[in-house]
């Protein structure tokens, strides 16, 4: 099992819709996750830390289920800027972050 | 303030060059990592350090060495290069431990034919 593991998508979806991701991880001791956003070609850049007990921030909000080992991201109201790659990232079984592989969001008119 | 700045953005090396990336932060971060990151594919960490003087290697450390002389700069290092070194390499600094979210340069893509 891949430590990280996330739906490549690319997810489609209209402007106004929510879209919802998820990313499975295999450490259950993790303490610290995060998701990050890409831009084609570009760096990846925080998004938002995921808190245990969940967290919003505008349209976007995080949650960690520590049962299922999985922590999701919401997007409401997409915007057409909203397209990129979203990134999971976990602490691994070393203690270093892990990333995922991303899954693409194309948020079309 | 340039947060963390990689040098250069592109290049194209011949099987066997080598070369030097650079990365240099002015943010006083302790830590600092070294990923690539093949297309499709999530970043690998290949190097990182908690200090000057202190590295150690991540998940994809073979090919590549790494030198932290100062708080500020991090080269990464490619003796032999072979294409399947061939991707986008990224620097990555955090304050002050491996659990805190990175702040990263924007990549040099290197490409090796």
């Known amino acids: 099992r891949k430590e990280v593991e996330q739906d490549p998508g690319p997810f489609n979806v209209p402007e106004g819709a929510t879209v919802a991701f998820n990313c499975t991880y295999s450490n259950s001791a993790s303490q610290s996750f995060f998701w990050y956003r890409q831009d084609c070609r570009k760096e990846p850049k925080l998004l938002m830390s995921v808190y245990s007990s969940g967290n919003e921030d505008g349209r976007f909000t995080a949650q960690l289920n520590r049962a299922s080992q999985y922590i999701s991201l919401l997007i409401r109201d997409s915007k057409l800027s909203d397209s990129a790659t979203y990134l999971c990232?976990?602490?691994?079984?070393?203690?270093?972050?892990?990333f995922g592989q991303g899954t693409t969001l194309q948020v079309k008119p | 303030n340039a947060g963390v700045t990689q040098t250069p953005k592109f290049r194209i090396l011949k099987i066997g060059q080598s070369m030097t990336l650079q990365c240099a932060q002015d943010m006083n971060h302790n830590y600092m990592y070294w990923y690539r990151q093949d297309p499709g594919m999530g970043l690998k960490l290949i190097y990182y350090s908690v200090g000057a003087g202190i590295t150690d290697k991540g998940e994809v450390p073979n090919g590549y060495n790494v030198s932290r002389s100062t708080t500020e700069d991090f080269p990464l290092r490619l003796e032999l290069a072979a294409p399947s070194q061939t991707s986008v390499y990224f620097c990555?600094?955090?304050?002050?431990?491996?659990?805190?979210?990175?702040?990263f340069g924007d990549g040099t893509r290197l490409s090796i034919l």
């Open positions: 990555a600094t955090t304050p002050l431990g491996v659990h805190q979210p990175q702040h």
């Open positions: 990232v976990v602490e691994g079984n070393t203690g270093k972050l892990i």
